[in-house]
């Protein structure tokens, strides 16, 4: 299931964004969800990203 956001970056971002989105022949939201799952997944990848476990114990523990 997908879910829905906000996001605010500033507007040179946005016009990249736009501009690489035009020139790949896709829609702006469509790859900017994709560049968010592949920076999701680059950290994952190095091992920066707590796993759900560590992340609900060091919540139970605050």
């Given amino acids: 299931m997908s879910k829905r956001f ?3 970056v500033p507007d040179s971002i ?3 964004l736009e501009a ?3 020139l ?3 829609p ?3 790859l900017a969800a994709f560049l968010i ?3 999701i997944n680059q950290i994952k990848d190095k091992g920066d990203f707590p796993s759900k476990k560590s992340s609900l114990r060091k919540e ?3």
């Fill in 6 to 8: 906000t996001v605010t």
């Fill in 14 to 16: 946005f016009e990249d």
């Fill in 20 to 22: 690489l989105a035009d």
């Fill in 24 to 26: 790949q022949g896709r």
């Fill in 28 to 30: 702006t939201a469509n």
């Fill in 37 to 39: 799952e592949t920076g």
């Fill in 60 to 62: 139970k523990s605050e």
